[in-house]
């Protein structure tokens, strides 16, 4: 099993830039496909970002492409979501998760990740 903690969250203006941060402990992240998902007060968790354990496949939730980037270094066990152009609707917890299964695919269905963070509370005033 893999053991998370998220960090890097904050309070940050619309149009500005958080990175957080996911460090894992336990011998299995290096071969663990790894999400990134947030939930909104009153909301469901929802998917943003995947990546394989290899770091060469990445996902996006359609409301963060081309605003998100999914990384991970494995020599660190650290995944990270570089989060660009921030939007009010941004505003959630954010976690990190992990598939249990060695070299599994990432994917955005939230039912397969069984290894999660604390959370970090991103806060995006306009």
């Known amino acids: 099993q893999v053991q998370l903690v998220e960090s890097g969250g904050g309070l940050v203006q619309a149009g500005g830039s958080l990175r957080l941060s996911c460090a894992a402990s336990?011998?299995?992240?290096?071969?663990?496909?790894m999400g990134w998902f947030r939930q909104a007060p009153g909301k469901e968790r929802e998917f943003v970002a995947a990546i394989s354990w290899s770091g060469g496949i990445t996902y996006y939730a359609d409301s963060v492409k081309g605003r998100f980037t999914i990384s991970r270094d494995n020599a660190k066990n650290t995944l990270y979501l570089q989060m660009n152009s921030l939007k009010p609707e941004d505003t959630a917890v954010y976690y990190c998760?992990?598939?249990?299964?060695?070299?599994?695919?990432?994917?955005?269905?939230?039912?397969?990740?069984?290894?999660w963070g604390q959370g970090t509370q991103v806060t995006v005033s306009s």
């Open positions: 336990g011998r299995t992240f290096s071969t663990s496909a």
């Open positions: 998760a992990a598939k249990p299964a060695f070299f599994a695919a990432p994917s955005d269905r939230i039912y397969e990740y069984q290894n």
